[in-house]
């Protein structure tokens, strides 16, 4: 069975910096890329950006480019999402999901991580 | 950036009825567009990909049409488990950007 399990809620200071995780289990990691989608409170999804794992190979959108930083660790199964320094405004949910090896889509999501930027 | 518009931002339909969503791209995308159902505080599920084909799992009350720039997502007779926030989302030109979501509420 493919799962996604991502790391616990996370409450942080504007400034800080944090590192996310999503551990995968029930496929070759290295064969599909990993990707990770903002939820704001209440809005909808937006596509931040995936990783290839087999090459490190990866994409992101211009709207998060420079802002955040995607990786893999290869030996845990397990793709990361870090920010050097946090905003109030990436307060939201961030979810990673495996895109399908055949065409594009997520087929497969983990839970969610939800993250809380306040003073 | 291809821009996804999706409408109507809320539908109200009554349990049983028809429910139709509507998906549009900003430029073509041949069928490279999937649906995904999101359930009050859960994550995002796979509906349908490649614009009509349905993914493992999904009952066939849910179907999917179109191609080019304008996408239908067809719900044929609601139940309640059916009320959710639908996106569709393209995958022909990174970033593969989402529509903003239909929320489908019970009328």
């Known amino acids: 069975e493919v799962q996604l399990v991502q790391s616990g809620a996370e409450v942080k200071k504007p400034g800080e910096s944090l590192k996310i995780s999503c551990k995968t289990s029930g496929y070759s990691f290295t064969s599909y890329w990993v990707g990770w989608v903002r939820q704001m409170p209440g809005k909808g999804l937006e596509w931040m950006g995936i990783i290839y794992p087999g090459d490190s190979d990866i994409r992101y959108s211009p709207s998060f480019q420079g802002r955040v930083t995607i990786s893999a660790d290869k030996s845990l199964g397990t793709a990361h999402l870090q920010w050097s320094s946090l905003k109030a405004s990436d307060t939201a949910m961030y979810y990673c999901a495996r895109q399908n090896i055949l065409a594009d889509y997520f087929d497969s999501w983990g839970q969610g991580t939800l993250v809380t930027v306040s003073s | 950036e291809i821009v996804m518009t999706q409408s109507p931002a809320t539908l109200s339909v009554s349990p049983g009825e028809r429910a139709t969503l509507s998906c549009r791209a900003s430029?073509?995308?041949?069928?490279?567009l999937a649906w995904y159902q999101q359930r009050p505080g859960q994550p995002p599920r796979l509906l349908i990909y490649?614009?009509?084909t349905r993914a493992t799992g999904i009952p066939a009350s849910f179907s999917g049409s179109g191609s080019g720039t304008d996408f239908t997502l067809t719900i044929s007779s609601l139940q309640s488990e059916d009320f959710a926030v639908y996106y569709c989302q393209q995958y022909i030109d990174w970033p593969y950007t989402f529509g903003q979501g239909t929320k489908l509420e019970i009328k």
């Open positions: 430029q073509t995308i041949s069928n490279n």
């Open positions: 490649d614009a009509s």
